[in-house]
């Protein structure tokens, strides 16, 4: 007995080996940031991990314990990041990696468990250090009146890690809501007395709080999330504009948003820190000072967008929804989220990846928060001064409200404009109007 174990310990310990393997690094991705680099890696099964610095030089080390490396280091693209190099080595039953680094970082690695997309991950976040700044910071003005730019945060939802809903034929929500929010900026940098900031302007990861933050810092005067909706029932269409509700959803549909939305964090990585009780307790006390005026602001920006999106998309509601979204508690400032429909409804997802459909969103968008800022631009701006002077909107438009009696032909008339004109300056397709409605005249 004593000879057969003798002869069979190798494979014995050969065995034990392998049983001890938790298991392999499957692939590594980076995304990266202006301000930050993520290396993410694939795993086959939870890991122990070290993460430590050394310098002279500069150096990130992580020691993964019982895994092997089963992916190429030498796909990642690293230009622009703060990575020089990368190398690995075997260290026992697990991998060495070594990031040789440019310049100081601030390092950070977590774990992510498997969720709906996938499997088991450890990230590695480098986020650059801020650099000592000596010129003196320059607020953009128009050259009229020395008035300030409106300024808008648009936040395309989603990027990097967290590829938002998927449609058929692969559509990915993060990729459409990106296109649509660069052409929306593009609109509005065209406007005189209007200056877009976007919180992404790749694929790449933002939290929900520091896309709140981004806009705190830019001192925006609106916050404009883009989304794209997804339901288990592929059946399921229509667009959708929220904004922020204090009591919670106003529908289960809303209720089941305001989950699937905030649960963005967990799949970008950030753990649980946005929805901690304490930050949500600071938050509603904040709300309740202060967000009186930026939701009021807040509902009749996005009734305009719903009135417009209405003229060519099909509406999940006849008016504004509200929901607990994380995006949309920023107490200062008007805030808003555009769901430009279901990206998980065949019908819907081809349409929203055609560069005309995204131009319509984009546009309907657009016209929303130029003909909301025309009816109450904020003090010290370009085009309060512009409304102050008795001059027109830059754009020569002028708009009217619909008023009983009113006939499209009528209004077409009095205004010295064609009546295809005026059907084409507010995206209709016939002749039928609402009292109420706001139209916009174009220039003569």
């Not at 150096?59 to 990575?83: F, G, M, W, Y």
């Not at 719903?306 to 995006?327: I, L, P, S, T, Y």
Request: aromatic share 6%.
């Amino acid at each position: 007995m004593r000879k057969l174990i003798q002869r069979l310990w190798p494979l014995l310990l050969c065995l034990m080996t392998l049983t001890a393997q938790a298991g392999d690094i499957r692939n590594v991705r980076a995304w990266l940031a202006p301000d930050n680099t993520r290396l993410v890696f694939d795993l086959s099964g939870p890991v122990q991990h070290k993460l430590f610095t050394l310098a002279n030089p500069d150096r990130v080390v992580i020691d993964i314990e019982q895994t092997r490396l089963n992916a190429s280091l030498d796909a990642l693209d690293l230009d622009k990041s703060p990575i020089g190099s990368i190398r690995h080595s075997k260290r026992g039953q697990g991998v060495r990696i070594v990031l040789d680094l440019t310049e100081k970082v601030r390092p950070k690695s977590f774990d992510l468990k498997p969720n709906d997309q996938y499997g088991h991950r450890l990230v590695v976040d480098l986020a650059m250090r801020e650099k000592a700044v000596v010129t003196k910071t320059v607020v953009p003005v128009p050259g009229e009146g020395g008035k300030r730019d409106i300024v808008v945060m648009i936040d395309a939802g989603h990027g990097g890690e967290d590829p938002g809903a998927l449609g058929p034929g692969g559509v990915r929500e993060k990729d459409v809501v990106l296109a649509i929010a660069k052409k929306l900026k593009g609109l509005i940098d065209a406007h005189k007395g209007y200056r877009a900031v976007m919180t992404r302007t790749g694929d790449y990861y933002i939290s929900l709080r520091g896309r709140t933050g981004k806009a705190r810092k830019s001192n925006a005067d609106l916050f404009v999330s883009i989304h794209a909706d997804a339901f288990k029932d592929p059946r399921a269409r229509g667009a959708s504009v929220w904004v922020l509700s204090g009591r919670g959803a106003s529908s289960e549909m809303g209720r089941w948003l305001a989950r699937s939305e905030n649960s963005a964090d967990l799949i970008g990585g950030v753990g649980s820190l946005s929805l901690d009780d304490k930050d949500d307790v600071l938050a509603s006390v904040l709300l309740d000072m202060s967000m009186n005026a930026s939701r009021k602001d807040s509902h009749q920006v996005a009734s305009r967008i719903h009135g417009n999106m209405d003229r060519f998309a099909r509406m999940h509601k006849k008016h504004v929804e509200q929901a607990g979204f994380v995006v949309l508690k920023s107490p200062d400032i008007p805030s808003i989220l555009v769901e430009t429909g279901f990206i998980s409804n065949p019908g819907e997802a081809r349409k929203l990846r055609t560069s005309a459909y995204q131009n319509k969103m984009a546009q309907a968008i657009y016209r929303g928060i130029i003909d909301h800022f025309w009816e109450k631009p904020p003090a010290a701006t370009y085009v309060a001064w512009q409304k102050q002077s008795g001059k027109a909107p830059a754009s020569g438009e002028r708009l009217y409200k619909v008023v009983s009696g009113d006939t499209l032909s009528v209004i077409a008339q009095r205004n010295g404009v064609s009546l295809q004109k005026l059907r084409r300056a507010n995206q209709l397709n016939g002749d039928r109007i609402r009292v109420g409605q706001v139209l916009r005249i174009p220039a003569g």
